[in-house]
């Protein structure tokens, strides 16, 4: 397959031909999206490609990183060992492991025998080799590191942290033994009930100051474990016991591009976790499950859907459903795993908070207690249903859902006023500023939106109601046709982001990223018109060595918004700059310094 093809098949998951092509070959092989295949549909030579593990429940590092301090025998517990005797570590020994692709889930130990019980082992994990070392690399964004996690170990035989403590993603695990024991009403300890009592040292940067007791002498001596086995139970992509096998594959002349593939298919997969294990955003949680657990801890216990499995926005960070996501997503699923109860579970976390006036919540569960809107994600949802029924042909999902749609796509259709663009009344988005006012983005967006919306309206559910409004959701369309014509910057050959001060001219004028590609691949700008290439052709002028930016968020490179310039320029009849992008940019991501080099 050559290059410019690959990406005509990339691009179906925005064809309506994708529907028919890809229901019609998993449906002829016996595959059914509730239901998953134990085996890879199509085996040959791309599975090579495949990062998930052979065996989920039983994954080994690959490679001793470093090793410091009272330890010996690090090596045994290798993937490949060296050595039989058993790993010792004593107070001050410290091992980093390394695993051979980004992972999740929960690290388990078989120990030997303990002295100077009770023996807590420090875990602290990152994804990246510049965050590897004795405090963990960060959950969320409130602060720069989280805290260590004190596993306690009394006896010989298998222990485990606990299902709550299972981390999201790591490729980096540091086990060691504080060089004296920590006293436990100042650690926050892997014992602990994230609802319990815990205090933790006020500098948790200073980890011997942290970990120092207030009487050395009082402490035992003489404190070892002896370890045989080292491994990680990985909890992610709960749907299917063989994470290797996909439904569908890649292939083409670019190993590069193979490497891409699936390293997003596999990214997809750590990303789809059970949903009883989710939300790492503690002091929002804290509002309905009243968690007292102390800053720069984590876990992952809060539910945030019903059924077995879920696609989140991230496997470690915050692990929710965000529809924004899921409008990149989705198709990826669709197209390696197939497990559309994730994304359907998503879709009714979402719908299950729908608000009385027809909003939608801007993320799930914690989110939607509150009132938590943002209009771009709202329409997100919905086509995340577009989405989701493009892939499976589930319309009785689809019935019972569509009075819940139709009330949400009429509250943003009202936000469509006389100048023909979406007024923007939240300023939520993908953490960019600016979302205000009347809006390139959301107004895009909204104009997507309707053309899929009038598609499940009329051509599948042959919906009166739909029917009726049909004339007047074509006035509003043709209206906003024109009235993006106001945020046009010749001069830059653009759109402006909105009305006012980040229009052209304006004192902040700004030519977003996420609003121009949204423009193409909307069709809001007329296949005819020359706008389209000039849009794919400065966006592609703009791109850094690193990657295509985002003046909208100002020295930030997104590869979010990045990933709907990509299908832009698709959009653009612009192969070569997509691949272009992707190669630069998602080759970087994959192959960079400090990267996983997997996800």
Same mark, same amino acid.
């Given at each position: 397959?050559?290059?410019?093809? +690959?990406? /005509? $098949? ?16 998993l ?5 059914s ?6 085996q ?11 990062k998930?593990?052979v065996?989920?429940?039983?994954i ?5 990183w ?10 045994a517990?290798?993937e ?5 005797? =058993? ?10 492991f390394?695993?051979s692709? /980004? ?8 120990? !030997? ?5 009770? @023996? &807590? ?14 405090? =963990? ?23 485990? @942290? ?8 790591f ?7 504080p060089? %004296? ?6 650690? +926050?300890?892997?014992t ?18 942290h ?19 080292? $491994? @990680?139970? *990985? ?11 996909? #439904? ?12 891409? +593939?699936?390293?997003?298919? $596999? #990214? ?5 976790i ?24 984590w ?9 077995? #499995?879920?696609?989140?926005d ?23 795993t ?9 879709l ?31 329409? &997100? ?6 989405? %989701? ?40 988005? +993908?953490l960019?500023?600016?979302? #205000? ?5 959301a107004?895009s ?10 598609r ?11 029917? @009726? ?54 069709? !809001? ?7 389209r290439?000039?849009?794919?052709r /400065? ?17 930030? !490179? ?10 832009? &320029? *698709?959009?653009?009849?612009? &192969?070569?700059a ?22």
């Amino acid at each position: 397959m050559i290059l410019s093809d +690959w990406l /005509n $098949y990339a691009i179906l998951a925005y064809n309506a031909v994708a529907r028919q092509f890809i229901f019609n070959v998993l449906t002829n092989v016996g595959i059914s999206y509730s239901s998953l295949p134990n085996q890879a549909v199509f085996p040959g030579p791309w599975e090579e490609y495949i990062k998930a593990p052979v065996n989920k429940s039983l994954i080994r590092p690959a490679r001793v990183w470093h090793a410091s301090g009272s330890v010996s025998g690090p090596e045994a517990l290798l993937e490949s060992p060296k050595g039989n005797a =058993p790993t010792i570590i004593g107070p001050g020994g410290l091992v980093i492991f390394e695993f051979s692709e /980004n992972i999740a889930g929960r690290a388990c130990f078989d120990i !030997i025998s303990t002295s100077g019980s009770p @023996v &807590h082992l420090a875990l602290a994990y990152s994804e990246s080799p510049k965050f590897a070392g004795h405090l =963990p690399d960060a959950t969320t964004d409130r602060q720069e590191r989280d805290l260590p996690l004190y596993l306690p170990v009394e006896n010989a035989g298998i222990t485990c @942290v606990r299902t709550e403590f299972v981390r999201g993603a790591f490729k980096y695990l540091t086990v060691y033994i504080p060089k %004296y024991p920590p006293n436990s009403k100042d650690i +926050w300890s892997e014992t602990d009930s994230p609802s319990s009592p815990a205090v933790r040292d006020t500098d948790a940067r200073t980890q011997q100051k942290h970990l120092s007791p207030p009487d050395e002498s009082s402490q035992p001596k003489t404190r070892r474990i002896s370890i045989s086995s080292l $491994y @990680v139970n *990985c909890t992610a992509f709960p749907s299917n016991p063989n994470p290797r096998a996909y #439904t569908g594959y890649f292939s083409s002349s670019s190993p590069l591009l193979n490497r891409i +593939w699936y390293s997003g298919a $596999y #990214t997809l997969q750590l990303t789809t976790i059970n949903p009883a294990e989710g939300s790492a955003l503690i002091d929002y949680n804290r509002r309905i499950d009243h968690n007292r657990s102390p800053q720069g801890s984590w876990y992952s216990n809060f539910t945030i859907a019903n059924g077995t #499995t879920i696609t989140t926005d991230g496997a470690k960070r915050d692990r929710m459903a965000y529809p924004g996501d899921m409008a990149i997503a989705v198709p990826g699923i669709a197209v390696s795993t197939y497990d559309m109860v994730a994304v359907r579970n998503a879709l009714d976390s979402l719908f299950i908070r729908q608000y009385a006036n027809g909003a939608l919540p801007y993320a799930g569960p914690p989110m939607g207690y509150a009132g938590e809107f943002s209009d771009t994600y709202h329409l &997100h949802t919905l086509l995340g249903v577009w989405n %989701y029924i493009l892939f499976t042909d589930d319309i009785p999902w689809l019935q019972s859902h569509w009075n819940a749609y139709l009330r949400a796509f009429e509250y943003s259709l009202a936000k469509v006023d006389l100048t023909g663009l979406f007024h923007v009344t939240s300023n939520n988005d +993908w953490l960019r500023p600016g979302m #205000t006012g009347h809006n390139l983005e959301a107004t895009s967006i909204m104009y997507y939106v309707m053309q899929y919306t009038t598609r499940l309206a009329v051509e599948i559910l042959r919906d009166p109601y739909a029917m @009726v409004q049909l004339p007047r959701w074509k006035i509003i369309a043709s209206r906003m046709e024109q009235g993006i014509n106001v945020l046009w910057c010749e001069e830059h050959g653009l759109f402006s982001d909105n009305i006012g001060r980040r229009g052209c001219g304006g004192i902040s004028e700004t030519l977003p990223q996420d609003g121009n590609s949204w423009a193409l691949l909307s069709n !809001i700008i007329s296949t005819n018109s020359t706008r389209r290439h000039l849009v794919s052709r /400065n966006l592609r002028n703009r791109w850094t060595k690193y990657g295509a930016p985002a003046p909208e968020f100002p020295n930030v !490179i997104s590869p979010f918004a990045s990933s709907f310039e990509l299908l832009a &320029h *698709c959009a653009a009849d612009n &192969h070569d700059a997509a691949i272009e992008l992707m190669e630069l940019m998602w080759g970087y991501m994959l192959d960079g310094k400090g990267f996983t080099n997997s996800t």
